[in-house]
């Protein structure tokens, strides 16, 4: 009996051993590139005044309840106030001279951002600039001789490969968390111009701007963005792959902002249905469902019910292939698209030209305010398709945020639903409300951002 039970014992930790040698370490890696990771506190400063409870149009609600009793007490003759408004989030280092990647939504209307190094440095950084659209922000430190991370390649990342984020999240500096990748090139209703990779890495508020590495101790993505109810962490994390990032970081470096081409076609997804119909064997490619008056795609001749393929020797295996490419092509190059037409395939030339403007919409009913108002915003109409695809009724979006409106916190890609208890439905709408209003009152606007709603006051200088 004392063998059998002697056997069964070396069993289960022969067992245990095996599995346990099966496991990746990443000890080594966080040793080697830990220090290259840094934590990042921005200070906004936000001006309201007192007397916030007699904001006209400000509902009495639990929320507002909230903030009321953290607002600053009440002075004489209602006057303004600067209230610093503190956010933490990550970055690393991408050159030994002081240049930082992180998140633009971390930095943006920030007026201080710190660095925090490992060996507890503390220096103030410069924001070189953001890019909103891919959520980009290069940033840089007066330092040298800093520890940098190798930039790794995400196309061969493979799903179900294991990779490890550093970051802040919540504050803890240098927290480690690792998981696998659970797909790539995944398509988010923020944004379409960024394959993102998914993976079930714990990553929590803080963590944004952090690198996400592979195996080899290469960056191959920045953590971005998390799908939750609750707003933690809920197994589905999104990162920008590092491509990309550094694609964009050039950019902003070399010409202090990001240039991107355009074709001029709305295209969707092709699925096994379609691709039947017009005769292909797979579903891979992108649709031609519009193409746009005067465009570069009219130019060259591209028709609705073109499929494209191939752009040079990129192949289109899904309908977000095509505008990461195209969007990172410089404006005035000459392309070449493959295409399907009438069952055989055709080569078609396109020179892209430069996108002027990062509308949401593109159809008729998209209209833009290409000028700011008197609070500093540049808003644009939403489509009802889009309204239908963010989970709202109504509402404008915030293409840029100056002057008081970025002082209270509005930023770019705010959705803004009311203004008080009036529902916003058109720039037009907008407006006008901004317009009647008087020079020393106040406004609350509802403003939706990722999934949570606030109301933001907004002083008219």
Known sequence: MRRVLFFMFFLLNFSFYVQAKDLPDFTELVKDHGASVVNITTTQLVITRNGFETMPGMPNDEMFDFFRRFMPPQGAHGKSHEVPIKASGSGFIISSDGYILTNAHVVDGADEVIVKLTDKRELKAKVIGTDSRSDIALIKIAANN??????????????????????????????????????????????????????????????????????????????????????????????????????????????????????????????????????????????????????????????????????????????????????????????KLQIWRNRELITVPVTVVEMKSDVIAKNGDAQTDHTANKIGLMVANITPAERDQIGITHGIVVQNSDGMSARAGIQTGDIILAVGNTSIDSVVQFNKIIDKTNKGSSIALLIMRDESRLYLPVHIE
């Open 146 to 335: 800093l520890p940098k991370v190798p930039i790794g390649n995400p196309q061969q990342l493979q799903v179900g490969e294991w990779v490890l984020a550093i970051g802040s999240p919540f504050g803890f500096e240098n927290s480690v968390t690792a998981g696998i990748v659970s797909a790539k090139g995944r398509s988010l209703p923020s944004e379409n111009f960024v394959p993102f990779i998914q993976t079930d890495v714990a990553i929590n508020p803080g963590n944004s701007g952090g690198p996400l590495f592979n195996m080899k101790g290469e960056v191959v993505g920045i953590n971005s963005q998390i799908l939750s109810r609750s707003g933690g962490y809920m197994g589905l994390s999104f990162a920008i792959p590092i491509d990309v990032a550094m694609q964009v970081a050039d950019q902003i470096k070399t010409h202090g902002k990001v240039q991107r081409s355009k074709l001029g076609v709305v295209i969707q997804e092709l699925n096994a249905g379609n691709a039947s119909a017009f005769g292909l064997n797979s579903a891979e490619g992108a649709l031609v469902s519009e193409v746009e008056k005067d465009s570069p795609a009219a130019k060259a001749g591209l028709k609705s019910g073109d499929i494209i393929v191939k752009l040079n020797d990129q192949p289109i295996k899904t309908s977000l292939d095509l505008p990461n490419l195209v969007s990172m092509t410089k404006p005035g190059t000459t392309v």
